[in-house]
């Protein structure tokens, strides 16, 4: 008994000075929050890698969809719990420059960045780190059972070939889904852009709550045609899917990934070293392994399944003008579509 | 004498006195718990996006606009539909279980439950797979799952679980000797049951009909899978929050979504101002006896009713183990190594079990003595009121709006509750509110069937009141004590919308997880964190059943006679 008690207490005894050798090591890491939407998979290496230059400074993830990360953020506005944002949507991170969210940092290696990366401020709001775009994804399978051709224009979309057969997202609900309408007004001009909606509106099978499930469905032959972000598009083509993307001759809507000082901090230093790395080509080397288009010039590399030359394809779109008619876009765009229960008797 | 008496008023009144100060402490706790948190996200309905008061301006905006009409219809249609069909199901289901001898009750009890051991998710995986465009099913919906038939099918096997409790505990407690009444005036079947059974069971049915078409109305998981282009009110309150992160709209939506929970409340308190003890302290619990053609149309229809219920669960748990849906239909385990799909992988399934824990255990106490309280304390009727309408509430708000609201209420500058926010302990407390109406209406329908005669037999004995609250009424109402437990801890497992805006770097739960690994296309590895999930709360049911069963035994032998 004795003995026993004799042993558990040295082994109390000698944990507990194990732990308090151990304890300044520990003491001297930084725990940084970092509210992020980039995909599951990419936060393990990001953290490795970042954290083996940084190696005082530990990455605390807090990664949800585009929406709700933004949600939160806005939400959180008065009492701020991030101390960085790192990959999410440019316009909402722009939204939240505007209304002074953010502390403005410019990292040394931003002017190696393409300018379209950048915020235009000085010193910068945001520094972007990728571009994603909304493309075609068409499943081949089912085209071939349905003997329908394969689109090259958006145009072709508004064929009666495509009855019922394409999901898009809706961008009431969805950024994506609004990048997408955006860049069809820009390219075609306001009148003829409404009129392709008009037209495209008899062959939408469902307007979706989100970005990434239309090339899901389309891969997964829920419909033969979607129109959404192409990272998962190229994902699930990789994973067997039969699936082409295709890219609209008239160009594509895009969107940018951004990282951000969240103003209020209370890790500026740790937060500065994250902004620091995130523009460097370590990182950017990274971004490539999921997004064909990244910040830095002469990063080539491509995931695999991506059409070519997609950085070509970005339609030439004014993000301000994005941002400040999102309002009556959106309202207009819901009184033509989104008000009827369902577009059309089946 | 007369001492005696003036003695023992006072006693009574300084009971009645801790009673009330105890009804206090509840409004109290809700009032934090759910009524600031809500109203701060609903008073942003009155604001601009930059914080400033504009009045009724944007609910003038909402109004003018015609999606808010079709909306509000067709909200009001599915629930409608759903409530009609779920209700005399669940009824026949419950009067399966507590009034005939079929076999094996206890089996279709649980196979009841299931529904509710699933995230929402598992329903629209399950659905899709069954009746979209490359279901096996597909000709039986007319070749379209997505819209209205969608949204009600898997309403249908959401709310089941939900009207079958609460009928459950309606149906369990009846006097027997009503019945041998009934009998002995040689009342036909149909008589006995309209004239006997049904009323005893009236206000389960109500409860359990307002409960279903409230969770319809506020559920937006379902539509934003499988409802298509067919728009409800909760679908607009994601739109304008998650799409747009516009919450003075999200906030006006939210407001207009109380209404069901507010006409819900009145109809309840008509109903309840009618319902009588079942259980009078003379009674003799009714025991069913075999009746084999009863017996055999029962476990027919229950049998049908599971039947459709494993099913969709089956199809889920194939889809778990296919390898790319629906191109390579081999099989394989790798879908539930879930490290390789989420980062935190096990760990979100461990926080998930301990935030259950942590609901059932202090929801359970909170729902249970709240309930005795509101119920048992005399006179003091406006503020017991108020706690039935703040227990109503969390019934009618969508996650969304109650999350959000906690982030507003919690995470303001100079809240003493700041420390709170991004730990477990929110995510405990966050379940326990959202979840808090059905453990209250439970624990409310089987403490109304226990004659207050009890009550007034202890005092006249001079039993203090907690005596007889721990003696006689915990007992006899354990069956349903246990009932909310369960029913937290599942609801806790799978709750998503709520959660996933309070959820810190260390407590992501394992819902939540699910959602994003769904989102990021890797269906098969959802269904099966769903599944684990489901097998996690079906493992827990069980030992509740074995509980139950002991436990029954042992406090509520004066059930048999």
């Known amino acids: 008994m004795t003995i026993a008690r004799w042993t558990r207490r040295t082994l109390w005894l000698g944990l507990a000075a194990a732990s308090l050798a151990a304890s300044p090591a520990f003491a001297q890491k930084t725990k940084l929050t970092v509210y992020t939407a980039l995909e599951n998979d990419q936060l393990g290496p990001f953290k490795k890698a970042f954290e083996a230059d940084n190696p005082t400074i530990e990455i605390a993830w807090v990664r949800d969809s585009t929406g709700v990360v933004a949600a939160k953020l806005m939400a959180e506005k008065d009492n701020p719990r991030a101390d960085i944002i790192w990959g999410l949507a440019a316009s909402n991170v722009g939204l939240m420059a505007a209304q002074g969210m953010l502390e403005p940092y410019t990292p040394p290696g931003a002017k190696e960045l393409k300018p379209l990366f950048l915020s235009g ?50 961008p009431a609900s969805s950024g994506t889904g609004y990048l997408t309408v955006a860049a069809w007004l820009h390219v075609m001009g306001e009148e003829a852009g409404w009129n392709f909606m008009d037209a495209l509106h008899q062959n939408i099978a469902q307007y979706i709550h989100s970005g990434s499930a239309p090339c899901v469905q389309a891969a997964k032959g829920e419909r033969m045609i979607g129109i959404g972000l192409d990272t998962r598009g190229a994902s699930e083509k990789t994973k067997g899917a039969p699936l082409d993307l295709i890219v609209p001759k008239e160009g594509l809507g895009w969107e940018l990934e951004a990282t951000a000082i969240v103003k209020g901090t209370k890790n500026p230093e740790a937060a500065k070293k994250l902004a620091d790395w995130a523009a460097t080509r370590k990182a950017n080397e990274l971004y490539a392994d999921t997004y064909p288009i990244v910040a830095l010039a002469g990063v080539a590399k491509t995931p695999p399944n991506y059409p070519v030359d997609i950085e070509k394809a970005m339609v030439k779109i004014d993000v301000e003008w994005m941002a400040k008619n999102r309002d009556r876009i959106l309202a207009e765009w819901t009184k033509r579509y989104d008000g009827k229960s369902a577009p059309k008797a089946k | 004498m007369s001492l005696v008496l003036a003695a023992s008023a006072v006693r009574a009144s300084r009971e009645d006195l801790a009673m009330r100060a105890g009804v206090v402490a509840l409004v109290a706790i809700l009032l934090l718990i759910v009524g600031l948190p809500l109203w701060s996200l609903l008073v942003k309905g009155f604001q601009d996006v930059d914080g400033h008061f504009v009045g009724l301006a944007n609910y003038r905006a909402y109004f003018a606009s015609p999606a808010l009409f079709n909306s509000a219809l067709n909200s009001f249609d599915v629930a409608a539909l759903s409530t009609t069909i779920v209700v005399p199901l669940a009824f026949l289901y419950a009067y399966g279980l507590t009034r005939t001898t079929m076999p094996l009750r206890w089996l279709f009890q649980g196979i009841s439950l299931i529904p509710i051991f699933a995230p929402s998710l598992l329903p629209g995986i399950a659905l899709i797979y069954l009746f979209g465009t490359q279901g096996f099913f597909k000709a039986l919906v007319g070749g379209q799952i997505y819209g209205m ?37 040689r009342a036909s079947k149909l008589r006995i049951f309209l004239t006997v059974t049904l009323p ?21 998981g379902v539509a934003k899978v499988i409802g298509g282009n067919f728009n409800v009110l909760a679908t607009d309150v994601y739109k304008q929050v998650i799409g747009q992160q516009n919450f003075s709209m999200g906030a006006v939506v939210g407001m207009v979504l109380l209404a069901p929970a507010a006409l819900a409340f009145v109809v ?120 039935q309408l703040l227990a109503f509430l969390p019934m009618a708000v969508p996650g969304l709006v109650l999350g959000l609201g906690y982030i507003f209420f919690f995470n303001a500058h100079g809240n003493p509750l700041n420390f709170l926010y991004a730990t477990m302990a929110i995510l405990v407390i966050n379940s326990v509110a959202h979840f808090y109406t059905v453990g209250h209406l439970t624990a409310a329908t089987a403490l109304k069937q226990i004659d207050p005669e009890f009550e ?106």
């Open chain 2, 200 to 220: 005893g069971a009236k206000y389960g049915v109500v409860s359990a009909a307002m409960v279903v078409f409230t969770l319809v109305i506020t559920d937006f």
């Open chain 2, 268 to 387: 309840d308190r008509l109903v309840q101002r009618k319902q009588v003890a079942l259980l009078t302290a003379r009674a003799v619990p009714l025991v069913p006896r075999p009746s084999p053609g009863r017996d055999a149309f029962f476990t027919l229809f229950c049998t049908v009713i599971a039947i459709g219920i494993l099913a969709i669960l089956g199809m889920a748990a194939w889809g778990s183990l296919i390898k790319y849906w629906p191109y390579n239909l081999s099989l394989t385990w790798e879908n539930y190594d879930f490290e390789k799909f989420d980062a935190n992988g096990w760990e979100s399934f461990g926080n998930s079990v301990r935030m259950a824990v942590g609901a059932a255990i202090f929801g359970t106490a909170l729902t249970f003595v709240g309930a005795w309280l509101t119920e048992k304390t005399r006179g003091f009727g406006a503020v017991r009121g108020l706690v």
């Open chain 1, 121 to 170: 401020k000085t010193p910068d709001t945001w520094i972007g780190m990728d571009a994603y775009t909304s493309l075609v994804c068409f499943n081949t399978a089912e085209a071939d059972k349905a003997k329908k051709p394969k689109p090259v224009s958006w145009m072709d979309l508004t064929k009666p070939d495509y009855k019922d057969s394409i999901v898009m997202p809706n």
């Open chain 2, 456 to 561: 007034a037999v202890s005092a006249s004995l001079k039993v203090p009141v907690w005596r007889t609250f721990l003696r006689v009424t915990v007992p006899i109402c354990l069956p349903a004590i246990l009932d909310i437990a369960i029913y937290l801890f599942v609801n806790a497992m799978t709750t998503v919308s709520s959660v996933i805006f309070l959820y810190a770097p260390d407590t992501k739960l394992a819902s939540v997880a699910a959602l994003n690994i769904e989102e990021a296309g890797t269906t098969a590895a959802a269904a099966a964190l769903c599944l684990v999930i489901v097998a996690t709360s079906a493992a827990v049911k069980v030992l509740h059943l074995l509980a139950d069963r002991f436990l029954l035994d042992r406090l509520q032998a004066w059930r048999r006679r």
């Open chain 2, 149 to 185: 038939k969608g949204i009600v099918i898997a309403q249908v096997f959401y709310c089941f679980p939900h009207a079958v409790l609460i009928m459950t505990t309606a149906l369990r407690t009846a006097d027997a000797r009503l019945y041998e009444a009934a009998d002995a005036l």
